[in-house]
């Protein structure tokens, strides 16, 4: 009876052991279970994260041909489209977009740089637009307007010129635009972050506009933060040297435009920018050389916009002259040609002796300018 109590003890202690361990298997496999069913349910409410596309910059061609676009097309895809059309088939192989305009609005959504919003026109989708022109083989450039700002001297109107019969408030020039002083530092660097965001996006080359002090309005009523002891020139040529030093670690190919009178004076005209301090700064620098923008009876004529290829090959000429005595190449110039009328009568001759004149000289590149962007197919 002994031998037969312990057998079944035995086959008792048996089942409870087996059940327990049945037991602790389903209870793990229930537990691994709804730790898959919370991990399903998880990853079903979260949104997939986008991968962040790559972006690839064109190298920058032999000889830029370019012309401008404002934001206010480039963001209208009919008149976009129809201004592309133009172009194709041309010699263009590089365009020129506002990302940052006369007024200070960013001509984009910016997911970086913090900044007041302007009503000016704004680029939907611009990395797509980007991809896009680059894939139609056009090398693109960001044209960011500088010291030209009155949207942000109205935000942080104790960086502006300050205006002397109205202490506190900002100077305007003639046609109300206020201007950050370009000695406030501190607003450099919004400069700096709107070049890196373009380059970021897929620009190959940002341009800098109105790098310089204002020149139009009433000048008297203007006051400038600068000590007696500090030029403009000197302050111009310090804002050039630190965006290439900001700049230079991202590997951005910068721009400047320059007044085309910096061809030929040698003193910086009360606007700071003196040819010579540009050129070790930039890669590319822009003298404006409008025919129609210099006065009756430059170089001898009358007007100079009559004599567009006389004009330019003097200027551009002596341009070239000055960057071999400064030690620097000539292929840096890249002169702003003038596609609009004023002065005379602008027909796609006129624009062409422009182009003649700078091959003259020895130089390959040019850029076209039409604040309307209305340019034909016989003027490319």
């Not at 365009?95 to 940052?100: A, R």
Request: glycine share 6%; aromatic share 10%.
């Amino acid at each position: 009876m002994n031998k037969i109590a312990i057998g079944v003890s035995g086959a008792v202690i048996a089942l409870v052991i087996a059940y327990f361990i049945f037991s602790l298997s389903s209870s793990g496999k229930h537990i691994q279970f709804q730790s898959q069913l919370a991990a399903s349910s998880t990853a079903s409410s979260t949104p997939p994260v986008k991968p962040i596309p790559q972006v690839a910059h064109m190298p920058t061609p032999a000889a830029v041909k370019a012309v401008y676009m404002t934001a206010c097309i480039a963001d209208t895809p009919n008149l976009r489209e129809k201004m592309l059309k133009t172009l194709e088939g041309s010699e263009i192989n590089a365009l020129m977009i506002d990302i940052k305009d006369y007024t200070g609005t960013l001509a984009y959504a910016s997911t970086s740089v913090e900044g007041p919003k302007g009503n000016g026109c704004r680029i939907r989708s611009l990395p797509e637009l980007v991809a896009s022109l680059h894939a139609k083989g056009l090398y693109m450039i960001a044209r960011v307007t500088v010291f030209q700002d009155p949207l942000y001297s109205k935000a942080h109107p104790e960086l502006a010129v300050q205006s002397r019969s109205h202490p506190g408030r900002p100077w305007a020039d003639k046609k109300g635009l206020a201007f950050i002083d370009p000695n406030s530092s501190s607003y450099w660097d919004y400069i700096v972050s709107i070049a890196k965001e373009a380059h970021a996006i897929g620009f190959d080359e940002v341009n800098f506009d109105y790098i310089r002090f204002p020149s139009d309005g009433n000048m008297s009523d203007a006051h400038f933060a600068i000590p007696a002891s500090t030029t403009r020139a000197m302050v111009i040529t310090k804002f050039f040297k630190y965006l290439r030093t900001a700049l230079l670690p991202e590997k951005v190919v910068m721009s400047a435009d320059i007044f085309g009178q910096t061809t030929i004076n040698t003193d910086d005209m009360g606007i700071g920018q003196i040819l010579e301090n540009a050129l070790p700064y930039f890669d590319y620098v822009a003298p404006m050389v409008y025919p129609s923008h210099f006065i009756d009876g430059f170089a001898g004529y009358a007007n100079p916009a009559a004599h567009p290829y006389e004009i330019i090959k003097y200027t551009m000429g002596k341009a070239v002259q000055r960057a071999l005595a400064a030690s620097s190449s000539p292929e840096k110039l890249r002169p702003w040609l003038q596609a609009f009328d004023l002065g005379a009568t602008y027909t796609p001759a006129l624009v062409h002796a422009q182009m003649q004149a700078t091959y003259d000289v020895g130089l390959t590149g040019w850029m076209l300018w039409d604040a309307s962007n209305r340019y034909s197919r016989e003027e490319l």
